[in-house]
Antibody, heavy 120, light 108 residues
């Protein structure tokens, strides 16, 4: 079955960097678009970024554009989120999610999330 | 950016009752690109409905979606104890792929 496992979260100071990973299994990773969604403590869901199945297209929320970079390694079945110049307001649980299609579908499978805390 | 407004904020109902959740878009949203998710405390969201009315894999038929832009509805025909949760709508037809603020369905 489909599995998504995030890792790389932790406590980091404002202005520093962090890299999240999402290891996948149970499906042909290279055929599906992928997403990152975050949820601040006690708040709703916020879409962060999307990458198409082949990495050809990437989209970002305005709140992270220019600071976050999504990437994927289809040979390792792994999705990444490089987060630079972190801010206190980036504190959230970060979920990776699979697209139902190549990058334009709903999000049909989700990982359990990894907590990122930005604090001095 | 398309803003999705969900109502009500909280719905207090008893098991066995019918739940009707609304999602209104600030701009035109094709029904092809409207989804509903369920989230329970401490868990990741789960896809319930995509394309406004198609149930995702293993979703019970008591969950149904309907509507067309700008108004969409999620209906739970008879609430089971495990259905008490927060529900989010999402549009994925344009970037940014926005979520509504959520509707909490709580036990009355």
């Amino acid at each position: 079955q489909v599995h998504l496992v995030e890792s790389g979260g932790g406590v980091v100071q404002p202005g520093r960097s962090l890299r999240l990973s999402c290891a996948t299994s149970g499906f042909t990773f290279s055929s599906y678009g992928m997403h990152w969604v975050r949820q601040a403590p006690g708040k709703g869901l916020e879409w962060v970024t999307t990458i198409w199945y082949d990495g050809s297209n990437k989209y970002y929320a305005d709140s992270v554009k220019g600071r976050f970079t999504i990437s994927r390694d289809n040979s390792k079945n792994t999705l990444y989120l490089e987060m630079n110049r972190l801010r206190v307001e980036d504190t959230a649980v970060y979920y990776c999610a699979r697209d139902r299609s190549y990058g334009t579908g709903a999000f049909d499978y989700w990982g359990q999330g990894t907590l990122v805390t930005v604090s001095s | 950016e398309i803003v999705l407004t969900q109502s009500p904020g909280t719905l207090s109902l008893s098991p066995g009752e019918r739940a009707t959740l609304s999602c209104r878009a600030s701009q035109s949203v094709s029904s092809t690109y409207l989804a509903w998710y369920q989230q329970k405390p401490g868990q990741a969201p789960r896809l319930l409905i995509y394309g406004a009315s198609s149930r995702a894999t293993d979703i019970p038929d008591r969950f149904s979606g309907s509507g067309s832009g700008p108004d969409f509805t999620l209906t739970i025909s008879r609430l089971e104890p495990e259905d008490f949760a927060v529900y989010y709508c999402q549009q994925y037809g344009s970037s940014p792929r926005t979520f509504g603020q959520g509707t909490k369905v709580e036990i009355k």
